[in-house]
């Protein structure tokens, strides 16, 4: 299959493990093992990607990834991939040692600026510590040209937040390399209606191929919703890339899914739930999914509106 690197994103999971268990994410009830990849397949990854043409884009799929070990080592392989963090284990040694690695992009998830609320979406977490540790951060990577990012995650329970909030919480005036983004809490861990966030319709991602994601243990998957990995391509630790994305398994997958036939796309399956590309809903949601990022985030504050509803 001939691979367009500016249409597919590519994930990679170093570790799958875990210091929090999200109200709103697969991990807590994650159908693999909480395992790191091994450095091998970490530098196998590295020839596979780049011998592609691709581009790494995180340094995750779920877990947290400043619990790796050698984090700053992985980063060196990739200087092109970004880092999204709970932010809980960013102490000054680890900021460091992100500080001294080529990363140009580090995203901390603080998701609300209510104690009360925090826990409920961060399950696990400490708000109280993460407020003193991503301040400091701030502070140790001041005048640094790494780009930090504060999560804010717009669901259910955090629509009276604003940006503005967040800015005020950390002093971001002070810091020209620190900016606020907005993230929509998706149905990433089950497509029902949730307190967290509404139902979807069909294709959360608006195709079928948009993302090469690999696994602590080097399998692939084709979506970074798969959490699961109910919907393997094949297996870095015995075959490449390149076997992968050329294999009948895969071509049988676009086939049925081009059929709308989820018999054996059970990821699929849960995203045309309640329906797929008849809703209109889902045209909507698919443009989204091809805007570039500003405009996204326009238009997903109107769908936001959903949330109130
Ligand atoms: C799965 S986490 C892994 C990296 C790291 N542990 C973290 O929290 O940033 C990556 C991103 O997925 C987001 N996430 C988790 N569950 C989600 C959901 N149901 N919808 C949308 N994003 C979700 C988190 O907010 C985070 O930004
Ligand atoms: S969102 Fe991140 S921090 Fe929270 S449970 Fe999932 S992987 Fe862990």
Same mark, same amino acid.
């Given at each position: 299959?001939?691979?367009?690197?500016?249409?597919?994103?590519?994930?990679?999971?170093?570790?799958?493990?875990?210091?929090?268990?999200?109200?709103?994410?697969?991990?807590?009830?994650?159908?693999?093992?909480?395992?790191?990849?091994?450095?091998?397949?970490?530098?196998?990854?590295?020839?596979?990607?780049?011998?592609?043409?691709?581009?790494?884009?995180?340094?995750?799929?779920?877990?947290?990834?400043?619990?790796?070990?050698?984090?700053?080592?992985?980063?060196?392989?990739?200087?092109?991939?970004?880092?999204?963090?709970?932010?809980?284990?960013?102490?000054?040694?680890?900021?460091?040692?992100?500080?001294?690695?080529?990363?140009?992009?580090?995203?901390?998830?603080?998701?609300?600026?209510?104690?009360?609320?925090?826990?409920?979406?961060?399950?696990?977490?400490? #708000?109280?510590?993460?407020?003193?540790?991503?301040?400091?951060?701030?502070?140790?990577?001041?005048?640094?040209?790494?780009?930090?990012?504060?999560?804010?995650?717009?669901?259910?329970?955090?629509?009276?937040?604003?940006?503005?909030? #967040?800015?005020?919480?950390?002093?971001?005036?002070?810091?020209?390399?620190?900016?606020?983004?907005?993230?929509?809490?998706?149905?990433?861990?089950?497509?029902?209606?949730?307190? $967290?966030?509404?139902?979807?319709?069909?294709?959360?991602?608006?195709? #079928?191929?948009?993302?090469?994601?690999?696994?602590?243990?080097?399998?692939?998957?084709?979506?970074?919703?798969?959490?699961?990995?109910?919907?393997? $391509?094949?297996?870095?630790?015995?075959?490449?890339?390149?076997?992968?994305?050329?294999?009948?398994?895969?071509?049988?997958?676009?086939?049925?899914?081009?059929?709308?036939?989820?018999?054996?796309?059970?990821?699929?399956?849960?995203?045309?739930?309640?329906?797929?590309?008849?809703?209109?809903?889902?045209?909507?949601?698919?443009?989204?999914?091809?805007?570039?990022?500003?405009?996204?985030?326009?238009?997903?504050?109107?769908?936001?509106?959903?949330?109130?509803?």
């Amino acid at each position: 299959m001939k691979l367009n690197p500016r249409r597919i994103k590519v994930g990679l999971e170093l570790t799958s493990k875990c210091n929090l268990r999200c109200g709103m994410c697969p991990l807590p009830v994650l159908r693999r093992p909480y395992e790191d990849m091994v450095w091998p397949m970490v530098e196998k990854a590295e020839r596979e990607i780049h011998g592609a043409g691709l581009k790494l884009k995180w340094l995750h799929e779920m877990g947290e990834p400043l619990l790796y070990a050698r984090i700053d080592d992985a980063i060196r392989l990739f200087p092109e991939a970004s880092l999204s963090t709970n932010g809980l284990v960013l102490t000054e040694e680890i900021g460091a040692k992100l500080l001294a690695s080529p990363l140009k992009r580090i995203r901390i998830c603080v998701d609300s600026v209510n104690p009360e609320v925090y826990p409920q979406l961060r399950t696990g977490g400490d #708000f109280d510590k993460l407020v003193v540790l991503t301040g400091a951060f701030l502070k140790q990577a001041k005048g640094h040209p790494i780009r930090i990012e504060i999560q804010k995650m717009r669901s259910r329970l955090t629509l009276e937040e604003t940006v503005d909030d #967040f800015r005020a919480l950390f002093d971001l005036k002070k810091y020209r390399n620190a900016r606020v983004i907005e993230k929509t809490c998706e149905a990433l861990d089950v497509n029902e209606e949730t307190d $967290l966030h509404g139902k979807f319709y069909g294709c959360v991602q608006g195709a #079928f191929f948009t993302w090469v994601v690999i696994f602590a243990d080097g399998r692939v998957t084709h979506c970074c919703y798969d959490a699961h990995g109910d919907q393997v $391509l094949g297996d870095l630790k015995t075959q490449s890339l390149n076997e992968i994305l050329d294999s009948p398994r895969f071509a049988a997958m676009q086939d049925d899914f081009a059929r709308r036939d989820f018999t054996n796309l059970p990821r699929c399956a849960e995203c045309f739930k309640h329906g797929g590309e008849s809703h209109t809903f889902n045209d909507v949601l698919t443009r989204v999914q091809n805007l570039p990022g500003v405009a996204k985030d326009v238009v997903r504050k109107v769908i936001d509106v959903r949330y109130r509803t």
